[in-house]
């Protein structure tokens, strides 16, 4: 029998679901400050933005998916439409090229800051709602080289100023494993093969091995795989060892040739030699990409896996049109990233803080002055709040404290007779008597 | 029997959902600077960040929601789970608020510009998947009244802002109405006539006479409410004619004295008062507001209807919490007034575009100079984009055109031998050989 149950009300538990992302105010100020840097960057390249729906026709959205994909994605009916939500930014994309073919200037550079959606299991680290930063250049028909060197190069400068310690951009051609494959007669074994040395980090060199062989290779075939595997050097050294190997294959060749113009073009957009490398294991997702293709590490945190991949595919829209739309275009996955910063405490571990100074009047009667001064300080550009509760001094500075706030005006009688402020660091603690002009100068140069 | 269709691929149409709006790059690049108004205005005043799930379990997103609201859902399985599309931004924030209560700073200035999702017949001008752009202030157990003035003095400097001509935010009190129509003896027919009075705008005075006749009310009454609800002049006048009605009802009291603080904060918060108004004829959403109520319209254009609407509500989140949390709160529908913006003609007309310059090499065989042409402008904060493809002079200057950019470098043999640039003024056609730093002289002064 309920006693008290059917006088109270019932209460909901406010609560979010297993692998959403939800953050406190802080570390949203944080997280909003990686995503400015990242489209900042991007518009510095010329990259145009992208809002596609959130919502698309399952009919068109899943013209491509299959196995995997397909059963993560949240899928519904509204009606008799049958809707799922977008699970990655590429697919919207082609379906925008390739709608708006008409309408749109080639090559086409775009770059879209959304969440995608997949329903996968929840685990450490997976998210179920995530944010991609995506970058991708669309050829109409064609589409050069160099702009395969463009796209880690725009990486280069988000992480650069990201801030995040030392990184390194991989990078591999996919027609090099093809062509090398060929040449040893798998090439029907092929995406087996890459599948199997795709994982080559995670489960080590022997496991490889071990996974190759039961894949029926013979041994002379594996000790080839694994000795190109680990062609070790600087990028020449590796350029040259390739070169070295003499294997007759146009398609390696061809590979060989974008790899070295692709590195020798990331030399041109000044991008340090020591953040990027030629790293043969490399295959990523194993029908899509054709040439060029990229990961990302953090070199002090290896372990956090690639931050942001991509690569160069032949055809982006051919489930939509006729149209031939070569591409390349990278991704980070920005949820994910964050999640793993914190952890580590490379980010958030500061008090972040949207308002500059926080006004504390003494009480109501000056509130003239007061919004007068929160006005002439917002029309300097700096971000003001103001306490406006009927509460204690104690209370009022708690408020700025909890907040971060570095530094709080107070407002009372004599200020306002005197026509100043009195402007507390709140660090320091220090107090003083000054004018608005000198908080605006002080704010301004700090 | 297919003829052609079994040897063509067959094509999906590349379609989005009626009432999904998919902006082409200049459009967007036009929206995303409202977007970044409306934000660093929010920010201004010291408003914080929030970016809350697009999807919630059911049982916690409808703990509140019935009827209309429920009907317009999103809503399904993934396995077991019942889901629901988040259908506006406030009740996230209720179980935000109440789920966070014990980690956040009251009162808790929050913003948040997110879509929203609501499946409605499509119409004109109703978009199924949209932009608010919210702010709310949550006290914890109170909060002051000069917060009312506070919120729609945001949006009078976000209207300033975002140049969209004269404007008027129109203000009520919903104690006023409600102890208006006690002292008529309607208190219990109140939501009703309110539902009446609201939509006056919409079908005139004389039509809102009949529904009231409708309703069952008298001729003296109906007469009374109407002569209440025309009471011209200015804000003192109203506020003096309100005065003199002599109505003997502490409700009415208490919102005549709080509409009459919340219009002299205004004037504190140097709101100008040909910008704001009070109008009797406001109720707003039926039960949720308890106080202060806003509209705002764009007075060369009535007929857009309220563009910003919002008010104080009692308590933010009695379905998930036992705490008192009054609030007050305001919406920007972006995505509407941007279309219609665009239909009548008030943005859109320009060309966008993010890139200031594009480089254009006569050639390859100057890479290294383009690039490093690029990095220097980059550095120096000008957005810049590079034409990479092996095209025809003509190709690659269309390529600017069609995008807008409004400055153009061509760089060959003869620039690099005099290090210099081309720099051609797409408007007016000229073309000077200048220096690297004369550009971003020009540019960064422009």
Known sequence: MKERGDI??????????????????QDQIMFNKMVDTIRSVYEEFGFLPLDTPTIELSEVLLAKAGGETEKQIYRFFKGDTDLSLRFDLTVPLARYVAGHYNDLVFPFKRYQISKVFRGERPQKGRFREFYQCDIDIIGNDTLDLIYDAEIPSVIYYVFQKLNLGKFTIRM????????????LGL????SDILRVIDKIDKIGREAVQEELVSLGLDENRISKILSFLTITGTNADKIAALKGLGIDCETFQVGLQELET??????????????FQIDLTIARGLDYYTGTV?????????KLGSICSGGRYENLADYYTEEHLPGVGISIGLTRLFSQLKEIGLVGENKNTISQVLIVPMDKSNNGYVLETASILRNNGIKTDVYYQDKGMKQKMKYADRLGIPYVL???????????????????????LITVEEVIERLTNS
């Open 410 to 432: 107070v407002i009372g009688e004599n200020e306002v007779k005197e026509s100043k402020v009195a402007f507390k660091d709140m660090i320091s603690g220090n107090q003083e």
């Open 172 to 183: 591999n051609n996919r027609k090099i494993l093809n062509g090398f494959f060929e040449s």
């Open 294 to 302: 990229y990961e990302t590490i953090l070199d002090e945190y290896p």
């Open 187 to 190: 090439l029907s074994n092929a």
């Open 262 to 275: 692709v590195i020798e073009s990331l030399r041109s957009f000044q991008v340090d030699e020591n953040y």
């Open 8 to 25: 109270m009300k019932e209460k909901v538990e406010p609560r979010t679901l297993p692998g959403f992302m939800e953050l406190l105010p």
